[in-house]
């Protein structure tokens, strides 16, 4: 089966001009996820959906981030303005239902805020 | 909220050696999974383990979650073992399929 697919690879931006990262989950799985990877740390959770309600964003900064999956299938995730500190790999996984089984992540998006 | 200790931080092994990764978490937990994160980045699911032992291959993990700790071994390494292995676990409480990951152990392993 075909995997998460993301896009962009990588993104440059200077601060405070706004980004979009798109994600396409594998076929058939309901629940996505948007991880946040800062260098040297492990992903942190900004947003999950189930279909395409919203289960968790409690970490998303919600002044500058925003996400939305509007048909179920596939999501972007926005940065706008983007800080320096937003500089981190941007990771969408997805898993076949809510507990979490069968969890599988994209490629990612390289993301340098300069 | 959960922590969720790894260690040892970093591994330098031998080809064909062998190691032992363990992670710590402080609650309880209904969801645990060790993860490869490759040099090119791509995170790899190793194993959803929330007790119990499986193996697959050279790779072994047992979860003890009574003692709340998970142990992940790798037999006979290779240098395409190489990466940062990380331990994620769901409390409880959430049953979200939330994962809280930890630091991470990096692992180099020579020709």
């Known amino acids: 089966e075909a995997g998460v697919a993301q896009s962009p690879r990588y993104k440059i931006i200077e601060k405070r001009q706004s980004v979009a990262f798109w994600c396409n989950p594998i076929?058939?799985?309901?629940?996505l996820y948007w991880y946040q990877q800062i260098l040297g740390q492990g992903p942190k959770l900004l947003i999950q959906?189930?279909?395409?309600?919203?289960?968790?964003d409690s970490q998303l900064p919600k002044d500058r981030f925003s996400a939305e999956r509007l048909k179920g299938v596939d999501s972007t995730l926005k940065i706008q303005p983007a800080k320096l500190e937003d500089s981190a790999v941007y990771l969408c996984?997805?898993?076949?239902?809510?507990?979490?089984?069968?969890?599988?992540f994209g490629s990612g998006t390289r993301l340098t805020v300069v | 909220g959960i922590q969720v200790e790894q260690s040892p931080p970093d591994l330098i092994l031998q080809e064909g050696a062998n190691s032992t990764l363990r992670c710590n978490f402080s609650?309880?937990?209904?969801?645990l999974q060790w993860f490869h994160q490759n040099p090119w980045g791509q995170l790899i699911n190793l194993f959803y383990?929330?007790?119990g032992t499986k193996q697959n291959g050279r790779l072994s993990a047992t979860t003890v979650a009574t003692e709340r700790y998970s142990l992940l071994y790798i037999s006979s390494s290779q240098t395409t073992d190489s990466g940062v292995y990380f331990c994620?676990?769901?409390?409880?409480?959430?049953?979200?399929?939330?994962?809280?990951f930890g630091q991470g152990t990096t692992l180099q392993v020579k020709p």
């Open positions: 996984a997805s898993s076949l239902d809510s507990q979490g089984y069968g969890y599988t």
């Open positions: 076929s058939g799985h309901a629940t």
């Open positions: 959906f189930q279909n395409n309600g919203v289960v968790d």
């Open positions: 609650d309880s937990v209904n969801n």
């Open positions: 383990i929330p007790s």
């Open positions: 994620a676990v769901e409390t409880s409480s959430s049953n979200t399929g939330k994962l809280i």
